[in-house]
């Protein structure tokens, strides 16, 4: 597509559940990134792919996220036994060239209730 | 690690003015790349700039330029001619050379006041 596309773009979910967040990159990006921002504060680097290597999960805050990417097409991140914490928004990035920077998408506003 | 430090939470600015934001970053690499991104409240973040270290030439895109001083590893983004539309955050952000990680400052929140 034209650009990185996130769905849903609002979440809301109850404390407990579990939540699938989507990203579609641009096509031929070969890398991914995942951020999220708590409100009204900077960008946390969350987990990066590159291609076919294995992804740099370094970001992850703790065992209740994961994520898997396809080749390089769709991502999803997954959040299990979602915490009041976990409210923010998480946004998507693509890039061909990560020097050239990214293209981001609008994010995924999630809050746990 | 990297890290970026954007020391103002807030700045405002009247409408054709000019305003400088600052950033600042620790590194031990002495090739890098270093951009600026623009936060509206529509959440999408849009590239405002970038910087490659090796080159001494500071950016520039129209009414968006950048002074950067390598040796004291600072990188200001300067808005020449404020419009209303250029309210929204703006983040300073590091990769390192050959690595696709960008890490990010914590941002400052322009107002530009009609």
């Known amino acids: 597509g034209a650009g990185v596309s996130q769905s849903p773009s609002n979440k809301v979910t109850e404390k407990g559940k579990d939540v699938e967040l989507r990203c579609d990159p641009i096509s031929g990006h070969t890398a991914l990134y995942w951020y999220r921002q708590r409100l009204g504060q900077g960008l946390e680097f969350l987990i990066y792919?590159?291609?076919?290597?294995?992804?740099?999960k370094s970001g992850l805050p703790s065992d209740r996220f994961s994520a898997e990417r396809t080749g390089e097409s769709v991502s999803t991140l997954t959040i299990q036994r979602t915490q009041q914490e976990d409210s923010a928004v998480y946004l998507c990035?693509?890039?061909?060239?990560?020097?050239?920077?990214?293209?981001f998408g609008s994010g995924t506003r999630l809050t746990v209730v | 690690a990297q890290t970026v430090t954007q020391s103002q939470p807030e700045m405002s600015v009247q409408e054709a003015e000019t305003v400088t934001l600052s950033c600042t970053y620790d590194t031990s690499e002495n090739n890098y790349y270093l951009f600026w991104y623009k936060q509206p409240p529509s959440r999408q973040m849009i590239l405002v700039i970038r910087?490659?270290?090796?080159?001494?030439q500071n950016a520039t895109e129209n009414r968006f330029s950048v002074n950067f001083q390598k040796a004291a590893k600072s990188f200001s983004l300067k808005i020449s001619d404020s419009q209303l539309g250029d309210t929204a955050m703006y983040f300073c952000?590091?990769?390192?050379?050959?690595?696709?990680?960008?890490?990010f400052g914590a941002g400052t929140r322009l107002t530009v006041k009609p």
């Open positions: 990035a693509s890039s061909f060239q990560g020097s050239r920077g990214y293209t």
């Open positions: 792919f590159q291609g076919n290597s294995a992804p740099d």
């Open positions: 910087q490659e270290a090796y080159k001494q």
């Open positions: 952000a590091f990769m390192r050379y050959n690595n696709n990680d960008m890490r």
